[in-house]
């Protein structure tokens, strides 16, 4: 439990300071650098909820759901005008030409994370997992088709 609580104190620590560097004028390196942490973070905590799911905890999804929500309202200011560097990022100009469009994905993912974290509230594994596959599918799935390119070769 001592080692949850403090994977979780850090993980709050680091999404203070990328939400932290996102709210003041970041360059366009930095401004990568920031989203692709953040995208991790959100990486992790879909691993997370799947290692609970299996092991059949679905309540302690919830706090996994409240940090995909948490992050989800950052999205939109990891990606400001101007932060499109096809070296050392995978998004697309579609971000910058379809904005709605992906803002919308970024406030989907945080009602669907929401809804996600009162399901598994609930203790119902089976309502969880679908939760989670709804909302994998529809926000996280459908926004990297849609605006994130191929795996840059390094």
Known sequence: MMK????????VASVALVAGCATSAMSPKDAISA????????GAAMRSIQD??????????????KTLAETAKRIPA???AGSLDPLTSRAKPEI????????GYAKS?????????????????Q????????MG????????????????KK
Do not use: Y
Not at 109 to 125: P, W
């Open 4 to 11: 949850l609580s403090l994977r979780a104190g850090v993980l």
């Open 35 to 42: 989203r692709q942490e953040l995208m991790k973070q959100q």
């Open 52 to 65: 609970k799911l299996k092991a059949g905890q679905a309540q302690a999804v919830a706090a996994d759901a």
């Open 78 to 80: 990891m990606f400001p």
């Open 96 to 103: 910058w030409q379809k904005w709605p469009e992906f803002e």
């Open 109 to 125: 993912l945080e009602s669907k994370a929401a809804m996600l974290g009162a399901t598994a509230q609930g203790g119902n594994a």
């Open 127 to 134: 309502a969880t997992q679908a939760a989670v596959a709804e």
């Open 137 to 152: 599918k529809t926000t996280c799935g459908a926004c990297h088709q849609a605006f994130r390119g191929p795996e840059i």
